[in-house]
């Protein structure tokens, strides 16, 4: 490998300091000079003047769990963004742990999330898929947390009932086999079934045992709407029994009457964590509508043991009747996101039937009113029942400017919380387009933020929160993960509507020296690495 010289850039270093020009000198896989006028025998030489350099970007949160082994195209979508390093693993859902009796309910169930899993990809511990994602071709550097929702589905199914007293230990077990294998922490779902129905207590016990290893906690809390509040105390309070660092997932406000309100009281529970001396962060998206599956919107007086009784309980008029008279009560710790803003603000993004694939794009109320249904949960369940549970959804739920007060915060970062179910064309835009939409929307449109302020949030806030030394950073002795573009011409071209399309204007993507991506096109899908906490 030849040394690289990237010359006359407009250094944006990671840190948020002010850009500079400069060049960078880089030898094998590590920088090691930044100087106004570097000279170099034999280097290859990179033009950069009147473009932007900047470290890879760090998403900590996407789903692609099992693209590596399922996906010869993966590392396009993640490339064309300037993405050099992922996680997985995340909200606590994973295909790992898995065991015989659970795998398919397991695989079933997560499939609008990350896709489908055939039978045969088999991950029964943390070991198998650690020793899997090293053998693969990765695109893309990538770390995993453990799963504790998916940790109990291997040990009780969908059930609602507590962990027993040994299940309770095999959990633990489960969590340090995870770290013992390099995972960098702990993921809770709790919004998901069967984590929905965990207790404070027995959350508090399975993270716990990330924290000998130094582990940090990310999770998805129990409501991101009218229960918001109570939601982010819970996991403030989790974190702090359980002696670990919280980084709050996909901090947002769900709830057209909860907008420009709810948001900022849960800011000041972070911030009085934060003033007391509790390690609390939290990452975004930049977007106004989220990503989820269907089954999210059933009360949890609506689920089952088990994807099968579920699917059983909701045919016929008698189980539409139930759903129904279900989402006309109050939930306690629930947020009912049909109440809250609407069916017409809720589109089908992801089915698996031909015969359904009309309905990606459309929102379930337009949908419901054509196809002739009294209400729109009648349309939920037949449709729940014809695809076994595996529909994805997209939910405009956010206000822009509460999404721009979290933007703001000197701890946050940005991440995408891509989904990888469906065919892809009917996605949530960020699975395509986080960082274009970043950095076209909040620096050169808007100017919510500055462009050092932006990229800090995409490579040394999230390198740091994971405790990536030599990574997020451009410095002498990091990694050579470089990116190189003009960032006006930086664009995401996807949208709520179904329009797909790969950013445009990443000129370059260099991955510890190596040359991954030019002018828009996969040069190298085998440069990336599985990170492995304490292992690197």
Partial sequence: MSDILIKKGLIYDGSGSSPFQGDILIEGETIVEIAPDIKKEGARIIDAAGKAVTPGFIDIHRHCDIAPFMNPHFGEIELTQGITTTFVGNCGLAPVPSTRGSR?????????????????????????????????????????????????????????????????????????????????????????????????????????????????????????GDSLVESVEEVIDVAAKAGVPLNISHLKSTGIKNWNRKIFEAIGKIEEARNAGQDVTADFYPYDGGSTTLQSLLPPTIMEESLEALVKRLSGPEGKQRLKSELEKIHPGWDNMSESIGWDRILISSVTRDKNAFMQGQTIGVLAEKMGYEVPSDLVADLLVEENGKVGIIVLSMSQEDVDAVARL????????????????????????????????????????????????????????????????????????????????????ADYTGKHDLCTGMDLVLMGGKQVLADGSVADRTAGRLLRKGFN
Avoid at 148 to 170: H, P
Avoid at 449 to 454: G, K, R, V
């Fill in 410 to 493: 000197p701890f946050t970062f940005l991440i995408s919380d891509s989904l990888y179910g469906g065919d892809g064309k009917n996605a949530h835009p960020r699975l395509l387009g986080t960082t274009a939409r970043f950095i076209n929307d909040f620096v050169i449109k808007r100017r919510v933020l500055s462009m050092e302020q932006a990229i800090k949030k995409m490579t040394y806030l999230p390198a740091k929160r994971m405790g990536l030394e030599d990574r997020g950073l451009i410095r002498p002795g990091y990694h050579a993960d470089i990116l190189v573009s003009q960032p006006e011409k930086f664009l995401d071209h």
């Fill in 104 to 224: 398919k309910e397991l695989y079933d169930y997560l499939e609008p999330v990350i896709g489908t899993a055939p039978g045969d990809l088999v991950f029964e511990t943390y070991e198998d898929y650690g020793n899997a994602l090293e053998a693969a071709d990765l695109p893309i550097n990538m770390g995993f947390f453990a799963a504790s929702d998916s940790i109990k589905v291997a040990l009780k199914g969908f059930g609602s009932k507590a962990y027993t007293e040994e299940e309770l230990v095999k959990a633990q077990e489960y969590v340090k086999s995870a770290m013992a294998q390099g995972a960098f922490g702990v993921t809770l779902g709790i919004m998901y079934q069967p984590e929905c129905y965990s207790n404070r207590d027995e959350l508090t016990a399975v993270v716990k045992a990330a924290a000998v290893s130094g582990g940090i906690l990310c999770t998805h809390i129990r409501g991101e």
